[in-house]
C-alpha cells in the first residue's frame, strides 16, 4: 500500500500531460513505514534521457540525475520511495522493459496519457522474484 499526497498525483498527472507525446519520469519521495507501507510527500519531476524516437515506449534515468534527485531527497529528510512515468496511448500497466529495469521495494507509477489527456494511474510493485509486477492500493492524503 502507498499513501500520496493528493496535490502530488495531480502533478504527476499534469507532468504525463505536458511531456506528451512523450514519456515523462521522475522520482517519489517519502517514507517507508515499518509496516512495509510507503508514504509519498513530494514528485521529483526529472528529464528522460532516452532519444527522441525511444521516448515514446520507454524511460530511462541518467545515474547522475537520480543521485541528483537522491541528494535533495536526504536534503528534505526524505527517501526515494518510488518512480512514476508516462504511458503516451498506452494502458497504466507497466511494460517488459519496465519490469527488467525495476528493483524489488520501490514502486512504480504509471500514469496513462490518451491524446494529452491523463486518463489512469496505477501504482505496480515487483514480486519480490522479479517475474511480474503487482497492482498496489493507492489511498490519497490531503497533507
Ligand atoms: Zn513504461
Given at each position: ?126 514480486e519480490?522474484d522479479r517475474s511480474r ?11
Amino acid at each position: 500500500m502507498i499513501t500520496i499526497v493528493e496535490q502530488q498525483l495531480t502533478e504527476m498527472r499534469q507532468h504525463g500531460e505536458r511531456d506528451y507525446p512523450f514519456e515523462c519520469c521522475g522520482l517519489m519521495l517519502g517514507r517507508f513505514e515499518s509496516n512495509g507501507h510507503k508514504v509519498v510527500i513530494e514528485t521529483y519531476p526529472i528529464s528522460n534521457a532516452r532519444e527522441e524516437e525511444a521516448k515514446r515506449n520507454r524511460f530511462l534515468i541518467r545515474p547522475e540525475e537520480l543521485m541528483r534527485g537522491e541528494k535533495y531527497a536526504r536534503a528534505q529528510s526524505l527517501d526515494v520511495v518510488g518512480f512514476y512515468h508516462s504511458h503516451p496511448d498506452e494502458p497504466a500497466v507497466p511494460s517488459k522493459y519496465d519490469l527488467d529495469h525495476a528493483w524489488p521495494t520501490y514502486s512504480y507509477i504509471v500514469v496513462s496519457v490518451e491524446k494529452g489527456q491523463a486518463v489512469d494511474l496505477q501504482s505496480w510493485e515487483m514480486e519480490s522474484d522479479r517475474s511480474r509486477f503487482s497492482e498496489e492500493v493507492i489511498a490519497t492524503s490531503q497533507v
